[in-house]
């Protein structure tokens, strides 16, 4: 089932460590089937190099394995969170990428610096809240899930403009309309981090961009006024 | 038409990857047929592997396509501003190289620091002031080369002399007698920024280099005196 | 003898370069045979691309090669003292990978700031005290052995929780159950040390994680009730 | 002539961009033959990727071309200046490798921090004194080497214990007994440079090792009762 799904996945899988967003086996790829409520994601633990498509993991959104001989990514159910409370988005990466981690651990948010960010975040990347005693000692992964969505409820951030997270002493979670675009922004999300650390430790100066700046970039890529790249 | 410009050209924008200068489609370089009065610049969003000499677009100095299927760099303006303000320079990269944007984001000139900066660039790489919002909402990227050409003289530099900038908030831009110079100075950018980068975080002592460092490194490799390299 | 030992370092001690590790032969890897009271060790100084399953050394807990031509690596006291001391160790690495010795010469500890240190080191991975002028001077690679395992003794760390030290104004050393696990965790090691690094120029809060997220990560990987991976 | 030379410095002037310690043409390499009293040396600027043993250029020890279609390189005066003032040196190394520009521009010596530097170095790596504007102006190169000699002689350091030099705005040199130990050292020097800065950004502490430490790491792998690596 879904092995048009399962192949994505899996590419989008394989492009982690190629462009350099992970050691060893810590990330992990998913794409949904919105029609049938099913999603499709990395099995746990698993080397990269010995991946196939047919190893990717069928999952309903409560995270129960429908098919599979695998384990499940043991992040699953934070994906499954994320897809229930984010409507429009078709696929979702974690990484363990050093830079995202680094804000992550420090609990500084992913400031709009310039016109990189820009492109692809319209505003600041946030920090979760750390999760509390209770929430990480009973159902984890989906406390996981949910002090993303709430970070995003309280502070007002629409996800499909900032489709990225870093939660706070872990790492950056990302998503978009497949797994493909998921990546991307990993890989982005990764590179606007390593520029905005940088670019701190130049200048005690507010260097946020302005709201209009903002505007121009964001809206010069996305929506029904973009006019960068070709014509679909 | 101009084919020989557009394998040049096609050829320096396939060097922006392999110096590590690009992430995804983020970099364009054009190059000039000054007697034509026009000029060949990468399509816009199109990934480096699947570029072809063929694809690259001719456009004339109001950055109007003469020749071409794809849509050009979106910057495309930038680069025809540029061409007309500064008369000698033959091809214009950017890039959103992470070392220059850090420094082009927090806003600090790269400072002549010593004999590597000083055999490229004659003095320091300027930041241009960043953008208002009625230059930011109306001509953008024409308005881009214009604070450009505006900070160099409002600051008596010499394009020639100095041949790239930091714009505010954006990242890098350098040029050259050609594209593919234009694409080398790119690289001795980013390696300039990365040295200063350190040098800053070592000391906080005024560490710029005098005039007469300026000039005789940057004179042994320019001008009639140069005894660096073989003779053409 | 111990043929299948020494292919198994040879094979750990050949993934220190390729995981970016080492320079030159900066690096050793061994691995014990618990009944026969022997360990395979590099041979010391030799390049890896010249290294041969057949060059490995096999020595005794005293540190005197019972087989191989070649001298065993200048660090083997260390290891013979590491493996008298840790009895559940399997393989040792010494590295001069350049973010953990920064730290081991700043002599600064790698807090627990996040998971992916959680995963792997069930608390702060320690730095030794200098060793003092005594101990440098007579018998100092059994020293260094006994600086790492008397920091762990005082500071009550259980070294089979926490895999690796610090030696301060030196370098780290990973241990595991085997050869191999113990490269994977100076790997691990090396990037937790990036992270924390960039992390502690960003903030001057204290960001160390409490114990309850060490309790449930480094569980989620290691014990009975782990439920990371695939069962085996 | 000195063909056997001319081969060995040729491939010690190959590593030079596989160990990635240079940019574009930014390095030259040079072997002596000490009994006829002449070097050989890489000509000037030409790419590494076109370089072939023949176009070696044999100089005396004034700099003067003795044999070789192409100009030797402009650093040429500096690397005669050393060979005459360091009788035992074989080999010379000049590269922008950015580590160690970023020190040399800063103006801070790589202070002995550990054994990775007491391996190589028996003390702190110097920084020279700025040349004065008459220093620059005329017998440019030739000076840059004299202030070398300088520094070396006034601190008291001896060239064969320590083989580096960082030129204040300027960069390294580094010298052994033959060119491929000299470019050895200048990775070397690199991977220094690269722990002494993120040491120094983690601490405020004196963190110089004490000399006995430098005693110990440097006579393992040097002199008479050298026990590192394999009897020759």
Redesign the interface.
């Given at each position: 089932m879904l092995e048009e799904l399962k192949q994505q996945v899996y590419e989008a899988n394989m492009r982690l460590p190629k462009l350099e967003l992970v050691?060893?086996t810590?990330g992990n790829v998913s794409g949904i089937d919105r029609e049938q409520g099913l999603f499709v994601i990395k099995?746990?633990?698993?080397e990269y190099e010995k991946l196939s498509p047919a190893d990717m993991v069928v999952v309903d959104l409560d995270g129960k394995v429908v098919e599979g001989d695998?384990?499940p990514s043991?992040d699953t159910m934070t994906h499954a969170v994320l897809y229930k409370a984010f409507p429009n988005i078709g696929g979702i990466v974690h990484a363990?990428s050093?830079?995202a981690?680094?804000?992550?651990?420090?609990?500084?948010d992913l400031e709009a610096?310039?016109?990189?960010h820009a492109d692809t975040f319209y505003g600041d990347v946030p920090v979760t809240d750390a999760?509390t005693?209770e929430e990480?000692?009973s159902a984890?992964e989906e406390n996981t899930g949910k002090v993303i969505v709430r970070t995003f409820a309280e502070r007002g951030i629409d996800p499909d403009a900032v489709p990225a997270v870093l939660v706070k002493?872990?790492?950056p979670f990302t998503w978009g309309p497949t797994a493909a675009k998921a990546v991307?922004t990993a890989?982005?999300l990764e590179?606007v981090a390593?520029?905005?650390?940088?670019?701190?430790?130049?200048?005690r100066?507010d260097?946020r961009?302005?709201q209009?700046?903002l505007d121009?970039h964001y809206y010069?890529k996305h929506g029904a006024n973009a006019?960068?790249?070709?014509?679909k």
């Open positions: 050691t060893f810590w099995p746990s633990g698993v695998l384990n043991s363990h050093p830079w981690v680094s804000f992550a651990q420090a609990g500084v610096m310039g016109t990189t999760l005693k990480i000692e984890y002493q872990h790492g991307e890989k982005i590179v390593e520029m905005n650390y940088h670019a701190l430790q130049l200048t100066a260097i961009v302005p209009y700046l121009k010069r006019y960068y790249g070709q014509k």
